[in-house]
């Protein structure tokens, strides 16, 4: 549930100069803490990675709501990546590279 959690945290705290959401998904029960609005409020570059597993829909509904500076990447694989966890590594950090060589 670390997209959740990492998702309603960028939306209350704006220091954050770029993130990365792996996987996020939607569930009724987090009735104001849904991932899928906490997006919308992100202003940084966020990279928000989901799969072509049995969750994608879910989990590219939450990444559709980002606003432009939102950058979506799908990976193969369900919910947890399985066989692409070291790609989703290299895809996160050369985000982060991308923003840091911008912000220098």
Same mark, same amino acid.
């Given at each position: 549930?670390?997209?959740?959690?990492?998702?309603?945290? #960028?939306?209350?705290?704006?220091? !954050?100069?770029?993130?990365?959401?792996?996987? $996020?998904?939607?569930? $009724?029960?987090? &009735?104001?803490? /849904?991932?899928?609005?906490?997006?919308?409020?992100?202003? *940084?570059p *966020?990279? =928000?990675?989901?799969? @072509?597993?049995? @969750?994608?829909a879910?989990?590219?509904? !939450? =990444?559709?709501? &980002?606003? &432009?500076?939102? @950058?979506?990447?799908?990976?193969? &694989?369900? *919910?947890?990546?399985?066989? !692409?966890?070291?790609?989703?590594?290299?895809?996160? #950090? /050369?985000?982060?590279?991308?923003?840091? /060589?911008?912000h220098?």
């Amino acid at each position: 549930m670390g997209a959740m959690t990492g998702l309603n945290f #960028l939306a209350a705290d704006n220091r !954050v100069a770029a993130s990365v959401s792996i996987v $996020p998904i939607i569930n $009724p029960l987090w &009735g104001n803490k /849904d991932p899928a609005e906490k997006i919308k409020v992100v202003q *940084h570059p *966020h990279l =928000c990675i989901y799969s @072509t597993g049995p @969750t994608r829909a879910v989990e590219q509904a !939450v =990444c559709d709501n &980002g606003r &432009g500076n939102v @950058t979506k990447k799908s990976l193969e &694989g369900g *919910h947890e990546l399985e066989n !692409v966890r070291e790609q989703a590594a290299e895809e996160i #950090l /050369d985000f982060f590279l991308e923003q840091f /060589d911008e912000h220098r």
